[in-house]
């Protein structure tokens, strides 16, 4: 029998194609109707969270949440974020252009561009979710003013889906302009000051329609995590934030190198200042609003109602700032600048108080620095553990050390020579008055 039609090869080749064809047809209406049931899976969750959502119109009239509370363990308030509540409404007319185009270049840089949301954020929000990341940010200015105005601080996708429905009705019911002002009035920029005019008091002692470059720069890197960037809490973190809102502004063609540069010498150089008497024992309050912040969020924290109970004992911590404002003023012939304190529970770890410098408002001394919780040399802390094993070994309080000019070879700098705090030595002494006076050399010295 002879076969007149296509040769073997051509016709397997053929039915290859038909075959690729006919998968390629299958995933098509598969595709087509995956994208139909998202559609309408869409349209449900739409219909489903806009059941009871709160008018867009409650914008123009914000009211603040509850205030967060932090007490010490027997109920004294020490803290509390809206106890002297600091919020002036102003146009937008009446701030800086350039602090506008800070606050769009880091938060929202197609802010007149999108319709309210942002899809490269919703994408990003998805692969968090597949890759097991949680819910992430990537929120517009929008949703951001509808988050701290409307809804709460909860992180989760249903929350997320009355976010998006709720700035897709704000962007149609208010201009541009109009959501950008309001934001500036409702975002919080730390501690009490809610809103822009208030934060530029606060931080500067001026209006906001007096704010430079460098100035606007800074606030407008505060909302992101306020407790974090904050100039008072001790660290140096608001100059990071400020140097990426700036690059950012360089980016999107706001600002030039050189401008930019200049605005940031001006805030690593800026002497903030600030004397809130309203709040106590601050460098605990403000470690303790950090970690809240941490785990429930900047929202939660600045306007959650959050009522937050403590370790710290209030009248032990009084009495830990007077010792160490005594104990520095006792020791400022040997250039002691600062001290810090903390005292805990040595069975459970509790803090019962934390004094984190002489003065926490002295910030031209680092006051707003904890010292407490920064990284040190052990230095005295060291001297119980080392007299506590030397009495395991058989050493009694009454035991004899000699306190005199030793040196001591090492592999790295060959000779360690320690001295006394105040540079005399006296000869033999006993453990316990060695202890008591926290000399160095017989420290060294102990087995």
Same mark, same amino acid.
């Given at each position: 029998?002879?076969?007149?039609?296509?040769?073997?090869?051509?016709?397997?080749?053929?039915?290859?194609?038909?075959?690729?064809?006919?998968?390629?047809?299958?995933?098509?209406?598969?595709?087509?109707?995956?994208?139909?049931?998202?559609?309408?899976?869409?349209?449900?969750?739409?219909?489903?969270?806009?059941?009871?959502?709160?008018?867009?119109?409650?914008?123009?009239?914000?009211?603040?949440?509850?205030?967060?509370?932090?007490?010490?363990?027997?109920?004294?308030?020490?803290?509390?974020?809206?106890?002297?509540?600091?919020?002036?409404? +102003?146009?937008?007319?009446?701030?800086? *252009?350039?602090?506008?185009?800070?606050?769009?270049?880091?938060?929202?840089?197609?802010?007149?561009?999108?319709?309210?949301?942002?899809?490269?954020?919703?994408?990003? +929000?998805?692969?968090?979710? +597949?890759?097991?990341?949680?819910?992430?940010?990537?929120?517009?200015?929008?949703?951001?003013?509808?988050?701290?105005?409307?809804?709460?601080?909860?992180?989760?996708?249903?929350?997320?889906?009355?976010?998006?429905?709720?700035?897709?009705? &704000?962007?149609? &019911?208010?201009?541009?302009?109009?959501?950008?002002?309001?934001?500036?009035?409702?975002?919080?920029?730390?501690?009490?000051?809610?809103? @822009?005019?208030?934060?530029?008091?606060?931080?500067?002692?001026?209006?906001?329609?007096?704010?430079?470059?460098? =100035?606007?720069?800074?606030?407008?890197?505060?909302?992101?995590?306020?407790?974090?960037?904050?100039?008072?809490?001790?660290?140096?973190?608001?100059?990071?934030?400020?140097?990426?809102?700036? *690059?950012?502004?360089?980016? =999107? *063609?706001?600002?030039?190198?050189?401008?930019?540069?200049?605005?940031?010498?001006?805030?690593?150089?800026?002497?903030?200042?600030?004397?809130?008497?309203?709040?106590?024992?601050?460098?605990?309050?403000?470690? &303790?609003?950090?970690?809240?912040?941490?785990?429930?969020? =900047?929202?939660?924290?600045?306007?959650?109602?959050?009522?937050?109970?403590?370790?710290?004992?209030?009248?032990?911590? *009084?009495?830990?700032?007077?010792?160490?404002?005594?104990?520095? =003023?006792?020791?400022?012939?040997?250039?002691?600048?600062?001290?810090?304190?903390?005292?805990?529970?040595?069975?459970?770890?509790?803090?019962?108080?934390?004094?984190?410098?002489?003065?926490?408002?002295?910030?031209?001394?680092?006051?707003?620095?904890?010292?407490?919780?920064?990284?040190?040399?052990?230095?005295?802390?060291?001297?119980?553990?080392?007299?506590?094993?030397?009495?395991?070994?058989?050493?009694?309080?009454?035991?004899?050390?000699?306190?005199?000019?030793?040196?001591?070879?090492?592999?790295?700098?060959?000779?360690?020579?320690? @001295?006394?705090?105040?540079?005399?030595?006296?000869?033999?002494?006993?453990?316990?008055?060695?202890?008591?006076?926290?000399?160095?050399?017989?420290? &060294?010295?102990?087995?």
């Amino acid at each position: 029998m002879v076969d007149y039609g296509l040769p073997f090869g051509k016709r397997r080749r053929s039915r290859l194609r038909s075959s690729k064809i006919l998968i390629y047809s299958k995933l098509s209406r598969y595709a087509l109707v995956g994208l139909i049931g998202g559609i309408i899976l869409m349209f449900v969750l739409f219909l489903w969270y806009s059941r009871d959502l709160p008018e867009p119109g409650k914008l123009a009239n914000a009211q603040l949440g509850n205030s967060t509370r932090i007490y010490d363990r027997k109920g004294i308030l020490l803290y509390s974020v809206y106890q002297e509540q600091n919020r002036i409404y +102003v146009k937008l007319s009446d701030t800086p *252009k350039v602090l506008q185009q800070a606050t769009i270049a880091i938060e929202d840089k197609d802010f007149y561009e999108n319709q309210g949301f942002s899809i490269m954020g919703y994408i990003r +929000v998805a692969k968090d979710v +597949v890759l097991l990341r949680g819910l992430s940010g990537g929120s517009t200015i929008t949703q951001q003013l509808v988050k701290n105005v409307l809804l709460t601080s909860e992180r989760s996708l249903p929350r997320k889906i009355k976010e998006l429905i709720l700035a897709i009705q &704000v962007d149609r &019911v208010y201009s541009k302009d109009e959501i950008l002002e309001m934001y500036l009035n409702d975002v919080p920029y730390g501690g009490t000051a809610i809103g @822009v005019e208030a934060a530029s008091e606060t931080y500067f002692g001026k209006k906001a329609k007096e704010l430079d470059l460098a =100035e606007s720069a800074f606030l407008a890197g505060l909302p992101q995590s306020p407790s974090v960037y904050s100039p008072f809490s001790g660290n140096k973190y608001y100059e990071v934030r400020t140097e990426a809102v700036l *690059k950012q502004m360089v980016e =999107e *063609k706001y600002i030039t190198k050189e401008q930019s540069k200049k605005a940031l010498d001006k805030i690593k150089n800026y002497k903030f200042s600030q004397r809130d008497t309203s709040i106590k024992a601050p460098h605990f309050v403000i470690y &303790v609003k950090q970690l809240a912040a941490e785990k429930f969020g =900047e929202a939660a924290v600045d306007g959650g109602g959050l009522q937050i109970y403590t370790t710290l004992d209030y009248e032990i911590q *009084k009495d830990a700032e007077k010792i160490v404002k005594d104990e520095l =003023e006792k020791l400022k012939g040997y250039r002691v600048g600062n001290g810090s304190a903390i005292v805990a529970d040595p069975k459970t770890g509790e803090i019962l108080a934390m004094v984190g410098s002489k003065d926490y408002f002295d910030v031209d001394n680092d006051g707003n620095f904890n010292t407490a919780l920064s990284r040190r040399q052990p230095g005295s802390s060291l001297k119980p553990v080392i007299y506590a094993t030397a009495l395991e070994k058989g050493y009694t309080a009454a035991s004899f050390i000699m306190d005199v000019k030793t040196d001591f070879p090492t592999e790295t700098t060959g000779t360690y020579t320690p @001295v006394n705090y105040d540079g005399k030595f006296r000869g033999p002494i006993q453990l316990r008055f060695a202890l008591g006076n926290s000399l160095n050399i017989p420290a &060294v010295k102990t087995p």
